[in-house]
C-alpha cells in the first residue's frame, strides 16, 4: 500500500505544535493589544526582566529570534520608551539592552496577563499533563 495515502497532516507533530503555537500566539497577541506591544517584544521584555543589560546578540541566542528580526524588536520597545540601548564599556562593538524605568514598571501587569493566557491556554490540561508537555517540549527544543 502507498505509504503517501495513509499521511494525515493534521495527525503529525508538527502541524499540531504550529497550529497550537498560533493559537497560543492570538490569545496572547489579543490580550496585549491595549499595551502596544507584541508576544515577541513581550518575550525580549521577559528576558531582561530575568538580567537586565543583556546583548542583543545574547537574547537572540536566548530568544532563537535571528539578529535582524531583534534590531526591528529593540527598535520598537526603545521607541516606545520601554528599553534603551548602551555601548558596552568593554567592547564598542556591543550594544547592551537595558530595561528603563517604564520598562521594569509594566512588569507585574504584563507578567499577569502573560499568566492568565498560559492558564486560558492550558485549562483542558492536568497539573501533570502541563509538566509532561513542559519536559516533551524542552526535550524538541535541545
Known sequence: MDKTAEYDIEETVGFLLAKAYRRGYAIFRDRLQGYGITPPQ?????FLWKEDGLSQAEISEKSQIDRATMVGLVDRLEKEGLV??????????????CLTEKGRS??????SIAEEVTKAF???LSEREIRNLKNILLKIRR
Open 42 to 46: 513581550f518575550s525580549l521584555l521577559a
Open 84 to 97: 534603551r540601548r548602551l555601548k558596552d564599556a568593554s567592547d564598542r562593538r556591543t550594544w547592551r539592552i
Open 106 to 111: 509594566v512588569k507585574g501587569e504584563l507578567c
Open 122 to 124: 492550558t485549562s483542558r
